[in-house]
């Protein structure tokens, strides 16, 4: 149950993979100078991969040299709604 009383639904692998596919906004969480950081970014999933291309600047800085990273999207209604949360590794980029 939600904090709510309202039911709570675990998601499975892949309906977490398919719905964060139907997205295309996501948010990218690094961490900047020891403070965590959110950056909207606009995405693409293939083979449960979340990819997103930048300029370079403090995003994709942060990301490659902390190297750990969240990456979050959800959408919501009225009386219902989701939120996928993948953790991972950002690889090095060239």
Do not use: Y
Request: hydrophobic fraction near 45%.
């Amino acid at each position: 149950m939600s904090a709510a009383g309202e039911p709570l639904t675990v998601l499975s692998e892949d309906e977490s993979w398919h719905l964060l596919a139907s997205m295309a906004l996501g948010r990218l969480v690094t961490c900047v100078a020891g403070q965590p950081e959110i950056f909207p970014v606009n995405f693409v999933v293939q083979r449960k991969t979340v990819l997103f291309r930048t300029a370079e600047g403090t995003k994709l800085h942060s990301a490659v040299i902390n190297n750990r990273v969240a990456f979050e999207a959800d959408e919501h209604g009225f009386s219902e709604g989701w939120s996928v949360i993948v953790k991972g590794r950002a690889p090095d980029h060239d």
